[in-house]
């Protein structure tokens, strides 16, 4: 892989391969030493101008795990805050030769830009409301660990569709896979056409949970949402698209329940729900290290003995 910038460009092959490749990364995150030759001399640098906690922190993480040299730039420790274009601080960084440059930013098409410009290898960290492809694809090895495959499930994403990049590559993935996609939230969060994409649409929360495999609930995205009154409050919101102890109980009895995070408790999602029995919340978070690693070792050009060494 050149780059990773969006699900919609893979094929199934190439992402069970990721898939595949991350569960065989997953066990060096058990080991005692958590650390691997793979790309011993090559330059990771995880460019993150908008704010993150899990995505960052894997990058970083999988990265050291594969024997990497990781250099973290965040947007308010950047030349953008001086004025610098995302351009020149690409051009910038490319003349210092790393490997892989790993981008986060608030505009769609950013990392798709930037890698017509560099070198180095480009992995979309999220862009603006377009992408988010390494999430789903922890999404989808998180679901297939717990459910043994994806084909064939239904799964149920709930919340602020308009606005999530996760949705979009989430349901991208999940359909490219075989699973059965539903989507619910306010018919002001669910964006028009939604439906083309493979997705089922529900403006209501019980009938998209009902009988599925798999709910994965999402925040509202209040900065992306500019001041638009799109939601009474966020009690109501609670109320009418959040997933509590009465509505799970309502679930299969072998139902999970995900979420990319932040979690926004007591709207979105119940404490008692995001702590209990059905949660993988913290699974996804695992996963996020191991897909990041199969990433970093496919754009990284890892050698096909390191590999085995792993």
């Given at each position: 892989?050149k780059?990773?910038l969006?699900?919609?460009?893979?094929?199934?092959?190439?992402i069970?391969?990721?898939l595949?490749?991350?569960?065989t990364?997953?066990e060096?995150?058990t080991r005692?030493?958590?650390k691997?030759p793979?790309l011993?001399?090559k330059t990771?640098?995880?460019l993150?101008?908008?704010?993150?906690t899990?995505?960052?922190t894997?990058?970083?993480?999988?990265?050291?795990?594969?024997s990497?040299?990781a250099v973290?730039i965040?947007?308010?420790?950047?030349?953008t805050?001086k004025?610098?274009?995302?351009l020149?601080t690409?051009?910038?960084?490319?003349a210092?030769?790393?490997?892989v440059?790993?981008?986060?930013?608030?505009s769609s098409?950013?990392?798709?830009f930037?890698?017509?410009?560099?070198?180095?290898a480009?992995?979309?960290?999220?862009?603006?409301?377009?992408?988010?492809p390494?999430?789903a694809?922890?999404?989808a090895?998180?679901?297939?660990?717990?459910?043994?495959k994806?084909?064939?499930?239904?799964?149920a994403?709930?919340g602020d569709?308009?606005?999530?990049?996760?949705?979009?590559?989430d349901?991208l993935?999940l359909?490219?896979?075989?699973?059965?996609?539903?989507?619910?939230?306010p018919?002001t969060?669910l964006p028009?056409?939604?439906?083309e994409?493979g997705?089922?649409?529900?403006?209501?929360?019980?009938?998209?949970?009902?009988?599925?495999d798999?709910v994965m609930?999402?925040?509202?995205?209040?900065?992306?949402?500019?001041?638009?009154?799109?939601?009474?409050?966020t009690?109501e919101?609670s109320?009418?698209?959040?997933?509590?102890?009465?509505l799970?109980?309502?679930?299969?009895?072998?139902?999970?329940?995900?979420?990319p995070?932040p979690i926004?408790r007591?709207?979105e999602l119940?404490?008692?729900?995001?702590?209990?029995?059905?949660?993988?919340?913290?699974?996804?978070?695992?996963?996020?290290?191991?897909?990041?690693?199969?990433?970093?070792y496919?754009?990284?050009?890892?050698?096909?003995?390191?590999?085995?060494?792993a």
């Open positions: 892989m780059h990773l969006g699900i919609e460009g893979l094929s199934v092959a190439e069970t391969k990721i595949d490749l991350a569960d990364f997953a060096i995150n005692p030493i958590k691997v793979t011993r001399g990771v640098i995880n993150f101008l908008e704010a993150s899990r995505t960052r894997s990058f970083e993480i999988a990265a050291k795990r594969l990497a040299d973290n965040s947007g308010s420790t950047s030349s805050t004025g610098e274009t995302l020149d690409a051009k910038n960084l490319q210092m030769a790393p490997d440059i790993v981008l986060r930013h608030s098409g950013a990392p798709h930037i890698a017509k410009h560099v070198d180095a480009v992995i979309n960290a999220g862009d603006g409301t377009h992408e988010h390494t999430q694809l922890l999404d090895a998180t679901i297939r660990k717990h459910k043994g994806v084909a064939g499930l239904t799964v994403i709930v569709i308009a606005h999530s990049r996760v949705a979009r590559s349901i993935a359909t490219k896979l075989g699973a059965h996609v539903r989507v619910a939230g018919r969060m028009v056409g939604i439906e994409m997705a089922t649409v529900f403006e209501r929360v019980e009938p998209a949970v009902e009988g599925a798999v609930m999402l925040r509202i995205q209040l900065e992306r949402l500019g001041g638009a009154g799109l939601f009474p409050n009690r919101y109320r009418y698209f959040g997933l509590g102890p009465r799970a109980a309502t679930l299969k009895p072998d139902a999970i329940v995900m979420h995070g926004n007591g709207v119940d404490p008692a729900v995001a702590d209990g029995a059905r949660s993988v919340i913290l699974d996804q978070v695992a996963y996020g290290v191991a897909v990041r690693m199969a990433l970093l496919l754009c990284g050009g890892g050698a096909s003995s390191a590999a085995a060494e």
